[in-house]
């Protein structure tokens, strides 16, 4: 039987390359514009690192990873998601030493077995922005803005969610309460929610049963057991995205599903996508440079989940461009190779090795989408010229090779 690519994973063959490409291409200039420069980490990690950063009790390290031992006999596995892999990155190459702030933007493969769905993939891409080393709440209005201005280049819809997970001083003490009441509330919730109860509380918030959505309803609020700094941080970015025109709405049962997260926590929906309709997210996470073993670094992040985005994207149009050079004599087959290679130092060519009308050539540059077609028939081989038509502006003319290189070529 033929070989398939695996469950939940995909080719990715033009014309959708092409709006990887187009993404990419603009949301990089966009996180350069704010200040953030590309970074590569590897794709395999220790799985020790997941574990610790992600959390053992989210469902992610819990049951998704694709974890196994290496031939030297290390656990590894590979990257579940991009925060992890640059924290330890930042870590290794002692930049949490430094002074200063430190931005950096990421894109590719992440892998989580999940149950393979619309909008869901067990290998999917990110695209990813990771900010270190800045406290102020500026930093985190100004990371939702970047997301915007994604969005927006591509005139995507969407809902911008906000929480806060609150912080080492208020957190624990909000736990014990949820806990408390959890205990109350036990017969009434489902078996996940009482293993988080054990685990991680708070991710019972996030439960999608409607059952337990329910009881959750009289749950304590976190945003109303917030210390003070984290409830004067939580207002100042939400004054701070309304003076800059963004639209919110403040979730409190926005947990988010890995357990590095404090404070401010976000997610972008949107409603053209279904089930999966989360688009990005992102959060602080103050403690995990020091978690895993850094100098304390504040830091906050997001990442974009490129498929979800690309199923939202049009291509533009695409205009005319290049040449189409077509020779109609055998013997003009090695000239035109050499002005092809010629010319491709600067545009698109598009080059048939093979003889053939002049129709049959027209043909071949209206399928290619050329501005021009360039054709060497036996006259114009004779005379060192080519006849030249720009199918923009329907206009034809032979010019001698010379000019016609200068024009297009170096
Ligand atoms: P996340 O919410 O797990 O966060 O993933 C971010 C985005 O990746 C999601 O909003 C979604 O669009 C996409 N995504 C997640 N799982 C899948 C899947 N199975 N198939 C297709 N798309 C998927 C993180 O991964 C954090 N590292 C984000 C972050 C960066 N937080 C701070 N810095």
Request: net charge neutral.
């Amino acid at each position: 039987m033929a070989i398939k690519a695996l469950r939940g994973m995909k080719d990715i063959l033009p014309p959708l390359s092409e709006k990887y490409l187009y993404f990419l291409q603009n949301a990089s200039r966009l996180a350069e514009n704010f200040g953030f420069k590309y970074i590569e980490t590897p794709i395999l990690e220790e799985t020790a690192l997941f574990k610790r950063s992600v959390g053992e009790s989210s469902d992610i390290v819990g049951k998704e990873m694709y974890q196994f031992i290496d031939k030297g006999g290390n656990d590894v596995c590979l990257r579940p998601e991009g925060t992890a892999g640059v924290v330890r990155s930042f870590i290794e190459h002692k930049l949490d030493r430094q002074e200063g702030n430190f931005r950096y933007f990421y894109y590719g493969p992440m892998f989580r077995y999940e149950r393979p769905q619309k909008g869901r993939f067990r290998e999917f891409h990110q695209f990813g922005c990771e900010s270190f080393g800045e406290q102020s709440v500026f930093e985190d209005a100004n990371m939702i803005m970047l997301v915007k201005e994604i969005l927006e280049f591509f005139n995507i819809d969407y809902t911008l969610k906000i929480n806060s997970l609150g912080c080492p001083k208020c957190m624990p003490k909000y736990k014990t309460k949820l806990i408390e009441f959890l205990e109350k509330v036990e017969a009434k919730i489902c078996e996940d929610c009482a293993r988080r109860k054990a685990t991680n509380p708070i991710r019972v918030l996030d439960c999608k049963i409607d059952a337990c959505k329910d009881v959750y309803v009289d749950a304590p609020k976190l945003l109303e057991n917030l210390c003070d700094e984290c409830k004067s941080d939580f207002s100042t970015l939400q004054e701070l995205l309304k003076a800059n025109r963004i639209d919110f709405e403040v979730d409190i049962f926005l947990v988010r599903g890995l357990d590095y997260y404090t404070k401010t926590a976000f997610e972008f929906v949107s409603g053209h996508l279904g089930a999966q309709n989360a688009i990005a997210g992102g959060g602080r996470f103050d403690r995990l440079v020091e978690f895993l073993g850094g100098k304390p670094t504040p830091a906050i992040g997001f990442a974009i989940g490129v498929e979800r985005i690309l199923d939202l994207i049009e291509l533009p149009q695409k205009q005319r461009e290049g040449v189409y050079l077509g020779v109609m004599i055998e013997e003009a087959l090695p000239l035109a190779f050499e002005i092809a290679s010629n010319l491709r130092k600067k545009i698109f060519v598009e080059f048939p090795y093979k003889k053939k009308s002049l129709k049959a050539h027209l043909k071949g540059a209206d399928k290619t989408n050329t501005r021009y077609a360039a054709i060497i028939g036996e006259d114009e081989f004779k005379q060192k010229s080519i006849w030249l038509k720009d199918l923009e502006e329907k206009k034809e003319e032979i010019i001698n090779i010379e000019e016609f290189l200068k024009r297009f070529g170096d």
